[in-house]
């Protein structure tokens, strides 16, 4: 099994799409979002961020439309409730420096459990937040997990969808 899942970053990115950290068959496969009921492709797709579904074995072609992929923290678990808070506080540097050095246009954070470490917060909206991070626009997605049955497709669909519009506004 790989130990870490590497970036799929460049510099000046649109947007950086941050999960919390890998799940276990991204690490063992070396391939973001890669688990069988991880919905990621399919909604940046159907939000518009890609012309046709990215399958992970290519997650690499993501960058092609302006789009990055980390993880806030590197250890793989099959669950993100298995991350201690100490362990977002230690990678929290790390983080704010990756983002500093490649600045994306957009930082957007899947699921709110690690911008809430980050930023401090116990409260946070889905949606753009009212602080930056290192010069980049901070918006906070559902995770797009297959655990998370919160949110049906078509509800991450329209929550990453108005990320989509937020880019090409700004694009103008």
């Known amino acids: 099994m790989t130990d870490e899942l590497p970036d799929i970053i460049a510099e000046h990115l649109t947007v950086l799409f941050c ?3 890998p ?3 991204a ?3 070396g391939h973001h979002f890669a688990g069988r009921n991880n919905r990621f492709w399919r909604v940046v797709h159907l939000a518009g961020f890609t012309p046709a579904e990215i399958s992970p074995q290519d ?3 993501i960058l092609t ?3 990055g992929v980390t993880s806030v923290v590197k250890r793989p678990t099959a669950r993100a409730d298995q991350l201690s808070s100490e362990e977002f506080v230690a990678a929290a540097t790390d983080f704010k420096r990756k983002v500093a050095r490649h600045a ?3 930082v957007a954070f899947l699921g709110k459990a690690a911008y809430a470490v980050l930023s401090g917060q116990r409260d ?3 949606g753009l937040q009212p602080t930056r991070m290192e010069g980049a ?3 906070v997605l559902p995770n797009p997990s297959g655990r998370n049955r919160a949110f049906t497709l078509d509800h991450l669909v329209e929550a990453y969808r108005q990320l989509y519009a937020a880019c090409m506004v700004e694009e103008r």
Do not use: E, K, L, Q
């Open 23 to 25: 799940g276990m068959t």
């Open 124 to 126: 946070i909206a889905w």
């Open 137 to 139: 626009a901070i918006w």
């Open 27 to 29: 690490a063992a496969t």
């Open 59 to 61: 997650d690499h072609t």
């Open 104 to 106: 994306p246009r957009f």
């Open 19 to 21: 999960g919390i950290n």
């Open 65 to 67: 439309y302006g789009c």
